[in-house]
Each structure stands twice: as structure tokens, then as C-alpha cells.
């Protein structure tokens, strides 16, 4: 068996490959597309023969895709967790050639700190609810530079909804000077394009959230409509992964810091150190 230590970068994948003796048999770079990958799995099977290959690389934008690539060649790959891999390997000095010896030398002595990872259906998931609130953001921005508009010119909002009927009348008569009211006409049509967007993806989620397992017991708490629903359960995956209600509260951040010292225990505000689009932040 070969150990390989994956490192990424924009440009190109640096590896490096241990023996089980922990012995460097190659280390060089391969294009980290889909094609370079395939041909990095071909090379070390040209040059090493038919050979067993566990590898593990830090978790980074574009991981995923490495690790999908490398498993349906044959590879066995890890993503670790970076902020550990930091405190179990500290370096003074360090390159993407020392890293991928790391990530090499963590995975012969089996102590890669590996993440678990989504299926690609609940990959599809997230990335659905995750758009849905990107758009949502968006048209909240929008909506508020138009209101500060408003206030830069001295024109006060006697209506509850400013882009509801009534509030689209006051906007078409309201006297701006130029180029601000051309960037206020603007602002109102990315909203109407926005809104129709956010529409069709509600009504996508709301059809592949109907028979979801977890949204009726989600829905049960204050304050949990389908929506956000299907965008925790989404964020959740796999709940049984959890061995317990305590581990799941720690992944999603919305549970007391705790602060321990001989016989001192006191518990602060919340950690927030989840998925921000599960609530943590």
C-alpha cells in the first residue's frame, strides 16, 4: 500500500507518495483537473504497478472535487480537518511540498482528523437552500440602498411596504435627480427579478421537501416555518452520524461556551461556531 499526501492549490495538486515504512517513493505536481487527476492515478500505476493508494487532503474549496475524482479511479482519499492538521502538525517552515509530505505522513500512522462528507444528493440539497438565502441577502441589500436613498433626499416612506402597491406608486412619482433615481429604477428591477427567482426555487424546495423526514419535526419549533426548515435539515445531512442530541448541538454552534478551571465553571454566550447557514452565525 502507498500512503499519498494531497496538497491544492490554484494551479496544480502537489503530492506526495509514502511507502508503509514511511520511505518518500515520488513527489511531484499534477494539474488538479479532471483530467490531470486521472492521469496522476494512471502515472503511479504505470510506475508502481496495480497497487493500493489511501490518500488524505487538507479540506479546502475544490477538495470535494479531488476527492470525488480520485475514489471512482480507485483511490481510498480523507478530507481532513485543516484547523487540526494544524495542531497535530505544526511546522516552522512550510511549502505545499512539506504539506503534502504531512498529509502523507498523518495518513501512514492512520491520524488524519477526517470530516465527514455529504452525499452528492445532499450536496444538491444545501447548495438549492444556500442560493435561496445568497438571492434573499441580495434583495435585502437592494432594498436597503433604495431606503437610504430616500433619506439622502429628504423623502420620508409613509407606506408600511415601500415595495409593496402602494409603495411602487410613491417610487414612480418621487423627483430624483439624476444618476440616483436611474440607480433607484435600476435597484426596483433586480428586486422584481429577484423576487421571481426566490419564487421558483420556494416552490422547487417546498416539492422536494414534502416527503423529507425531518422538516414536520423541524416545523414543531417556534419560529421554524418549511423554508428554514429544509435548509437546517439540509445543512444536517445524515442525522444519525451524531451519536448524541449533545454532538449535534455542537456542530450546529448554538450551545454555551464553557469556561473550566479547577472549581471554577461558568458558561457564556452562545459559540456560534457552526454552519452559519444552519443557525450557528
Known amino acids: 500500500m502507498l500512503r499519498a499526501g494531497l496538497h491544492l492549490s490554484c494551479r496544480r495538486l502537489d503530492y ?4 508503509e515504512e514511511g520511505e518518500r517513493v515520488e513527489m511531484a505536481a499534477a494539474p488538479p483537473d479532471g483530467d490531470g487527476l486521472q492521469g496522476l492515478v494512471a502515472g503511479v500505476e504505470r510506475w508502481h504497478g496495480p497497487v493500493e493508494v489511501r490518500a488524505a487532503i487538507e479540506s479546502m474549496n475544490g477538495a470535494r472535487f479531488v476527492h470525488d475524482t480520485l475514489e471512482r479511479c480507485g483511490w481510498e482519499v480523507e ?38 462528507l455529504a452525499s452528492f444528493e445532499q450536496r444538491q440539497e ?11 441577502r441580495k434583495r435585502s441589500s437592494l ?31 418621487l423627483d430624483f435627480p ?21 419564487t421558483d426555487i420556494d416552490r422547487e424546495l417546498k416539492a422536494l421537501g414534502a416527503d423529507h423526514p425531518y422538516i414536520p419535526t423541524l416545523m414543531t419549533a417556534p419560529g421554524i416555518a418549511w423554508v428554514l426548515g429544509y435548509t437546517i435539515a ?32 461558568r458558561r457564556g454566550p452562545l459559540t456560534h461556531a457552526g454552519p452559519k447557514y444552519c443557525g450557528g452565525r
Request: net charge positive.
Open 16 to 19: 506526495c507518495l509514502l511507502d
Open 234 to 265: 439540509a445543512e444536517i445531512g445524515d442525522i444519525h452520524r451524531f451519536s448524541s442530541p449533545a454532538k449535534l448541538c455542537g456542530y450546529t454552534g448554538l450551545c454555551p461556551r464553557v469556561y473550566q478551571s479547577g472549581n471554577t465553571d
Open 126 to 136: 444545501c447548495e438549492r437552500a444556500r442560493w435561496r438565502l445568497y438571492l434573499v
Open 178 to 198: 439624476e444618476p440616483w433615481r436611474g440607480g433607484v429604477l435600476a435597484a426596483i428591477a433586480m428586486i422584481d427579478d429577484l423576487e421571481a427567482q426566490i
Open 79 to 116: 478530507v481532513a480537518d485543516a484547523q487540526k492538521v494544524k495542531g497535530l502538525a505544526p511546522l516552522a517552515c512550510k511549502n505545499d511540498r512539506i504539506d503534502a509530505w504531512v498529509m502523507a505522513e498523518l495518513s501512514r500512522r492512520d491520524l488524519v482528523p477526517a470530516i465527514w
Open 143 to 173: 432594498k436597503h440602498r433604495i431606503h437610504a436613498q430616500l433619506l439622502a433626499f429628504g423623502h420620508t416612506c409613509p407606506v408600511s411596504d415601500l415595495f409593496g402597491r402602494q409603495g411602487r406608486k410613491l417610487l414612480a412619482r
